[in-house]
């Protein structure tokens, strides 16, 4: 079986005492009785086992078991790790060749059914493992993964594989979707995924079984749908997520094309990636379902296919990064990207009509809840993204200390949301076990998965630097929208298209 092939001694050296004591920092933590930020100076949390075992306002409390490993974080900021609600791992060897690249490039370049034929499961387990490895790195501790990578049993178990070696808590979303090139389709996918479900090779571990699908609607195969829904229930999975795409994009996954399936108001989350074009009665839906969209500030702006209602829809938002390949791979700067954003549109809004804003129209507490507590909601999961007594030991420690991007601090929430940035990660615990330690990843053989990942994502480039790109496409979409040209930005005088060079 494939899944034992693959495996890589990944344990960390740091020994894992069964207590760990941050002490002498600035904590900040969390209250779920009202949903509120507190911060706590010189305190300290207590990690026993996987849990936060106690939040305290003394540097040093007494009592301690006696094998407590002791951290030092004085002068030093604690939050809890970011939470990524949507992504997809395996890309990873696409990095910088698809930095100019629109969503209808994507989608015939870089996307699922473009890459099918080309990644082996070797590329695929080593794309998602550095991958994650990348966003640990950055203080991404949790991460939902709608893995497309699904297009062979073998590439299939290569993610999840790579997914529960990492050490992060992944979210990993088996993607049924037709991949007709290799003749996989949602029937052979079925049986795969309920071995996995069977099997318990998850048992013990911090990777969580989920489902992804694209074809809810507004025109969906019904019987494979129901089918996707009731596989859904059966195995009572962690998440369903899909990508939601409305108006000419005409992948739309509305929260009224998923409602008629008898998902979108049970116990299992929906989340909702992007959210573009969402109507005010799939808005409605998910209030009253509780369910989430996820917003990808820099995918949404990078991409083009933007976020119109996201704004309003922040109660029942967290947020992604989307292809980390082609922009940022972090929450922090997804966090920041998105707090500015929505300055600027409000503000906007008063300052169209000749008026002059008289407050900021959103603080920083809000984008740190965003990229933390609001991710653990759309999961379901209130134990996690918060610093409070019985959450799930997922920490980061930033080095407030010695950050010059930092230097001066007083507001810890304002530190890290405008002025940290992922080289200040110190840090990073995820289930009460380090992955990252005074700055630097613990996984063993570390050098040795980063040379074979190195040798898979040269085969890969030169495969596509070899691929012609895509010709524009001209006339209509089959949705019946023309394709346009937009303004082309250009830095220079006289004539130019303003695209630039991809240096690859």
Not at 5 to 26: D, H, N, Y
Request: no cysteine.
């Amino acid at each position: 079986m494939l899944h034992s092939i693959l495996l890589l001694a990944l344990a960390s050296p740091v020994a894992r005492a069964a207590s760990t004591l941050f002490w002498g920092g600035t904590i900040i933590a969390f209250s779920s009785n009202d949903e509120s930020l507190s911060v706590i100076r010189n305190g300290s949390v207590l990690v026993t086992d996987d849990r936060i075992a106690a939040v305290s306002s003394q540097g040093q409390p007494g009592d301690l078991p006696a094998d407590t490993l002791r951290v030092n974080v004085t002068d030093q900021i604690v939050t809890p790790g970011f939470i990524d609600t949507h992504r997809h791992g395996w890309q990873t060897a696409f990095k910088t060749i698809g930095s100019n690249t629109t969503l209808l490039e994507y989608f015939s370049r870089y996307g699922e059914f473009a890459a099918a034929a080309h990644f082996q499961p070797e590329d695929i387990y080593l794309g998602q493992l550095m991958g994650l490895f990348e966003a640990l790195n950055g203080g991404v501790t949790t991460l939902l993964d709608h893995a497309h990578h699904t297009w062979s049993n073998a590439t299939a178990y290569a993610g999840l594989n790579a997914s529960i070696e990492s050490g992060a808590r992944v979210f990993w979303s088996y993607t049924f979707h037709n991949i007709t090139s290799l003749n996989y389709t949602v029937a052979e996918q079925i049986p795969n995924f309920r071995e996995m479900a069977e099997s318990g090779i998850l048992d013990g571990t911090t990777t969580e079984l989920g489902i992804a699908f694209d074809a809810w609607g507004p025109d969906p195969n019904v019987r494979e749908a129901q089918q996707i829904a009731d596989l859904a229930r059966a195995y009572n999975v962690s998440v369903v997520t899909t990508h939601s795409l409305g108006g000419p994009w005409g992948n739309d996954n509305l929260p009224e094309d998923v409602e008629g399936f008898g998902i979108l108001n049970g116990s299992i989350p929906v989340v909702f990636s992007h959210g573009t074009f969402m109507t005010a009665r799939g808005a409605a839906l998910l209030r009253a379902t509780n369910q989430y969209v996820s917003v990808t500030p820099e995918s949404e702006m990078h991409y083009g296919h933007t976020h119109p209602h996201a704004y309003v829809l922040q109660d029942q938002a967290a947020l992604g990064v989307d292809t980390h390949f082609t922009y940022s791979s972090d929450i922090l700067t997804q966090a920041r990207v998105w707090l500015q954003s929505v300055r600027y549109k409000l503000s906007w809004d008063v300052l169209e009509g000749w008026g002059l804003p008289t407050r900021n129209p959103m603080g920083t507490d809000q984008a740190f809840k965003l990229a933390t507590r609001s991710g653990g909601l759309a999961l379901r999961r209130p134990d996690l993204g918060v610093i409070e007594v019985g959450a799930k030991a997922d920490l980061v420690v930033w080095n407030a200390r010695d950050s010059f991007s930092m230097l001066g601090w007083v507001d810890p929430v304002a530190a890290v949301m405008l002025h940290a940035s992922v080289g200040d990660v110190w840090d990073v615990m995820v289930d009460g076990k380090f992955v990252k330690r005074e700055g630097k990843m613990v996984a063993g053989k570390l050098d040795e998965v980063r040379a074979r990942f190195m040798t898979s994502a040269r085969k890969i480039q030169k495969i596509w630097r070899e691929t012609p790109y895509p010709a524009a496409p001209q006339g209509k979409s089959p949705n019946g929208f023309p394709y346009v040209v937009p303004t082309i930005a250009d830095t220079r005088r006289g004539e130019g298209n303003g695209y630039g060079e991809l240096f690859v």
